[in-house]
């Protein structure tokens, strides 16, 4: 069984490259099915064919499904949407902006979660590619079934048993909404629709995501947070698509300069993900839409590839405490025993073993912190950060 996380900033060909790696596992003999959340029905077009919410079959072993997440909001949230509705409009808040508070940013690919881990549970596919949504919404996404789990666990048992004592008293001195216990079964039916899936998402056999660039400054600078954040949230990344890179057929001086500065880009791509995977896939000449363009893509990105198989990478750093510290670990298998050069500037992290250079940009929470050592053992850099006296 495994899971392919597809993401990258807006408009890179995430939607492509998800359709074209389903369809060709599908070829390969793999059950395979593609998902997404996109109100825009994206996947619909690719394939050009018309998606259910549940998974449509396209051809043969492939399935599709365009999750319609207002409808799973409506079913899984319905009652807690109205209850907290109501709350707000007691405070003041009314319409459409009370409406818009009651969901929060994300919520809607939380279910495509939700269906992912069914879709495991049944054994139906044998892998399961999941389209998502750009990069930022995407993170916050996947540290939501660990945050998620900890309120729940906490705030909503109590919740429970305050409401028990306190909803009779105040119904008598207020007339502030109080929750019933209807309220309380539908979040914790919602709840339950979650559990599971950080487990599945954080196996690496099972789950590993691929990054889809371009290569262009922003675009990468995005890609690289993402590529830490994911590795702090414990998520693996075994493969970099780099779309729409000009052929070397492009001859037009017009766009020679445009060569050029994708070859520098496509250097700094080589140094800025610690060994994992790097698949070029060339700018077509046309849109690549329709089952004979995808297959056409993905014979390009995969070449004689099995796109289902884990490719180099995974979790190739730990972020981790010890005490006040805080160590980075990454796995450096190439490098040669020698001399460890390590640059902090800013929030990148640049290092070099011999004649191996890798850069790692660092999350946040390691902004006010300072390099105090840096080893090199059995192929795995530890770098200590402590805290700026
Ligand atoms: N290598 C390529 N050559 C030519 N066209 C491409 C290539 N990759 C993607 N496209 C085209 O670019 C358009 C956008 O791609 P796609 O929808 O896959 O991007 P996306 O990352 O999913 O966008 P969004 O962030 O809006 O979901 C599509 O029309 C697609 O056919
Ligand atoms: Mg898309």
């Given at each position: 069984m495994r899971v392919l996380l597809v993401t990258g900033k807006g408009g890179v060909g995430k939607t492509t490259v998800s359709a074209a790696t389903a369809l060709r596992a599908a070829d390969m003999g793999y059950r395979a099915l593609v998902m997404s959340t996109d109100p825009a029905h994206s996947l619909a077009d690719a394939f050009g064919r018309e998606l259910g919410d549940r998974p449509t079959i396209i051809t043969e072993n492939l399935s599709a499904q365009?999750?319609?997440?207002?409808k799973r909001l409506e079913e899984s949230w319905g009652?807690?949407?109205?209850?907290?509705?109501?709350?707000?409009d007691w405070t003041g808040l009314k319409g459409v902006q009370a409406e818009e508070l009651t969901v929060f940013p994300g919520m809607d690919e939380l279910f495509a979660l939700a269906d992912v881990r069914e879709h495991v549970r049944s054994e139906e596919f044998d892998v399961i590619v999941v389209d998502c949504a750009p990069t930022a919404e995407t993170l916050r996404l996947l540290s939501l079934p660990e945050v998620l789990s900890w309120y729940m666990e906490r705030i909503f048992p109590m919740g429970r048993r305050?409401?028990?004592?306190?909803?009779?008293?105040?119904?008598?001195?207020?007339?502030?909404?109080?929750?019933?216990d209807g309220v309380f079964e539908a979040a914790s039916n919602f709840y339950d629709r979650l559990d599971g899936i950080r487990e599945i998402l954080a196996d690496e056999e099972v789950t590993t995501a691929r990054l889809v660039l371009n290569p262009e400054k922003m675009v990468i600078a995005e890609a690289r947070r993402t590529y830490t954040y994911l590795g702090l949230f414990g998520y693996a990344v075994d493969g970099v698509v780099v779309n729409r890179v000009l052929p070397d057929s492009v001859t037009d001086p017009y766009f020679k300069r445009w060569r050029e500065i994708q070859q520098d880009h496509l250097a700094a791509i080589e140094d800025g993900f610690v060994d994992v995977d790097i698949l070029k896939l060339r700018l077509f000449d046309h849109e690549m839409v329709g089952m004979e363009m995808l297959r056409l893509l993905a014979d390009e990105l995969y070449g004689d590839r099995d796109p289902v198989e884990r490719m180099n990478g995974g979790r190739a750093f730990t972020i981790t405490n010890d005490g006040d510290d805080v160590i980075v670990e990454m796995k450096m298998p190439f490098a040669e025993k020698g001399d460890v050069g390590v640059l902090r500037q800013d929030d990148e992290l640049y290092i070099t073993v011999g004649a191996y250079k890798r850069s790692l940009v660092l999350p946040d929470s390691l902004k006010r912190r300072v390099v105090k050592r840096a080893k090199l053992d059995a192929g795995v850099l530890r770098v200590t950060f402590v805290l700026e006296n």
């Open positions: 365009q999750i319609d997440s207002q009652e807690v949407r109205d209850h907290l509705t109501e709350l707000f305050v409401a028990k004592v306190v909803r009779p008293v105040l119904n008598k001195v207020t007339s502030m909404p109080i929750a019933d």
